[in-house]
């Protein structure tokens, strides 16, 4: 005999259960900077990061210490020329960067990876192309930030060697002459090695490997160069000394400020190009600026994906 079951009468509840939580969230009616001041943040970022500036201790030092060493040299010399009354000073503001490219090369071998490595290493260059800067905007920023930096590092000494010429009294048009020179010389160097280190720095995203690979091509490109102009002259084919020199940045440099800023060259037997291979030697320098802001431009299309 089936037992009948009372009936359940569905319980409700009384009153509304919803509820709204006010988190603090608020909609932003502030000013839209836009691109613009994005790309200037980023640039100003860049900037001082590659002297270490908004980071830590240890990010300072090397950087630093390099842009003393940079300038030492010249405080001597200026010393030298005040102490001597000299009528002259001990080097030419055009060779000051071609003597001291050893320590150009080592800053842009640490800086430039430092600019670029750990963006793709830590995957956040898709990030800034979430915001409203575009690729172009990325590569531009970067570019001139490190080039801005090396232009720091190159003309501050020209700067302490003029300010002690004209201490030292020598002849005003010649130093303001010879420093214009030596300001357009590393404003060149400034821009064809931000580009070469930019562009070997951002294949990988290990630092370590960039510092290496940038130090190898500058390094070895210079020494085989000037190895392969040292035996040009020794087998007396000193018109094949101005066409070696096309294959290495710092003998680049060297060519085009010894043919029209009145440099004295360093190339075997003091020669330098002629006006016509000078003329060469620009067009491979401002060659090699553009193909580097191009291959940049390609590598971060690819990596903003």
Not at 145 to 153: M, N
Not at 205 to 214: H, K, Q
Request: aromatic content about 10%.
């Amino acid at each position: 005999m089936a037992v009948e079951q009372p009936m359940r009468t569905p319980v409700t509840q009384s009153g509304d259960q919803t509820r709204i939580h006010n988190i603090g969230y608020r909609t932003y009616d502030g000013p839209r900077l836009g691109r613009s001041y994005a790309t200037r943040s980023l640039y100003s970022q860049s900037l001082r990061g590659a002297y270490g500036l908004g980071r830590s201790v240890k990010s300072k030092v090397l950087p630093m210490l390099l842009f003393v060493v940079m300038c030492v040299p010249a405080a001597i010399m200026v010393a030298v020329a005040v102490a001597t009354k000299a009528n002259d000073l001990p080097l030419d503001y055009t060779r000051y960067a071609i003597v001291m490219q050893a320590v150009i090369s080592l800053y842009i071998a640490s800086q430039a990876p430092q600019s670029v490595s750990r963006d793709l290493r830590f995957k956040t260059v898709p990030l800034y192309f979430s915001r409203p800067i575009e690729t172009a905007d990325y590569v531009r920023a970067k570019f001139a930030a490190l080039a801005s930096a090396l232009f720091i590092l190159t003309a501050a000494p020209l700067l302490v060697l003029y300010v002690g010429a004209l201490l030292a009294k020598l002849d005003f048009a010649d130093q303001t002459k010879g420093f214009a020179q030596g300001l357009v010389s590393v404003a060149l160097l400034s821009l064809l090695f931000a580009g070469i280190g930019l562009v070997i720095a951002s294949v990988t995203p290990r630092r370590g490997f960039g510092i290496a690979a940038v130090i190898a091509v500058l390094t070895i490109s210079y020494g085989a160069v000037s190895t392969l102009q040292a035996i040009a002259e020794v087998q007396n084919s000193s018109g094949a000394i101005a066409w070696i020199g096309l294959f290495s940045p710092v003998t680049l440099i060297d060519g085009v400020q010894s043919a029209f800023l009145g440099a004295t060259s360093a190339f075997p037997g003091g020669v330098g190009p002629t006006n016509g291979e000078g003329a060469v030697y620009v067009l491979v320098t401002l060659g090699l600026i553009a193909a580097g802001y191009g291959l940049l431009m390609r590598r971060y299309k690819k990596v903003g994906l």
